[in-house]
T-cell receptor
Framework: GAVVSQHPSWVICKSGTSVKIECRSL??????MFWYRQFPKQSLMLMAT?????????EQGVEKDKFLINHASLTLSTLTVTSAHPEDSSFYIC?????????????FGPGTRLTVL | QKEVEQDPGPLSVPEGAIVSLNCTYS??????FMWYRQYSRKGPELLMY????GNKEDGRFTAQVDKSSKYISLFIRDSQPSDSATYLC??????????FGSGTRLQVQP
């Protein structure tokens, strides 16, 4: 199966600082990646769609100036949480879309747990 | 109304039991249906992927899609304690990101 990595796996930061999370597709190229967040015992909520070489598309209610997304290459997308606050503490998960014989499948990274103090 | 509805559980079964997990969806444009398994503090892992109505089997897992009633199911045979996880159904129109159900927590008791 396809492999998607995330780094870091967990991070603790002080309120007001910025945190960058990387998402990499290790064995395939992904023109499209997605960023989700998940609160405890809840399902994944899509935050934004990251397209290689173009601006990300954000879901309604997600502040694009707070959650900066960069998809500079076919294997890497980054999510930067700017001026983080305790309410941003969550589990952030990326996925990468892989197309094989006209069939799209999303493969997920292991997630990054962010704790803002 | 959520586009994909799923009973959150928890569902507790004895080892060896047949598990039935279900979702309903409302968007007729959904064409692709997936089941993901998520262990605690981990990312979701793709289990099954189906496109059309009918059954798809992979080892102990069977995915079933009934587009006429907008109902999708996952059956797990001979359940094991290692199957204890949250199972997420997801649907896709093919043009956007996945829409997930809320997830069903499954616990298989040894």
């Amino acid at each position: 199966g396809a492999v998607v990595s995330q780094h870091p796996s967990w991070v603790i930061c002080k309120s007001g600082t910025s945190v960058k999370i990387e998402c990499r597709s290790l064995d395939f190229q992904a023109t499209t990646m997605f960023w989700y967040r998940q609160f405890p015992k809840q399902s994944l909520m899509l935050m934004a769609t990251s397209n290689e070489g173009s601006k990300a598309t954000y879901e309604q209610g997600v502040e694009k100036d707070k959650f900066l997304i960069n998809h500079a290459s076919l294997t890497l997308s980054t999510l930067t949480v700017t001026s983080a606050h305790p309410e941003d503490s969550s589990f952030y998960i990326c996925s990468a879309k892989r197309t094989v014989m006209s069939t799209d499948t999303q493969y997920f990274g292991p997630g990054t747990r962010l704790t803002v103090l | 109304q959520k586009e994909v509805e799923q009973d959150p559980g928890p569902l507790s079964v004895p080892e060896g039991a047949i598990v039935s997990l279900n979702c309903t969806y409302s968007n007729s444009a959904f064409q692709y249906f997936m089941w993901y398994r998520q262990y605690s503090r981990k990312g979701p892992e793709l289990l099954m992927y189906t496109y059309s109505s009918g059954n798809k089997e992979d080892g102990r897992f069977t995915a079933q899609v009934d587009k006429s009633s907008k109902y999708i199911s996952l059956f797990i045979r001979d359940s094991q304690p290692s199957d204890s996880a949250t199972y997420l159904c997801a649907s896709d129109t093919g043009r956007r990101a996945l829409t997930f159900g809320s997830g069903t927590r499954l616990q298989v008791q040894p």
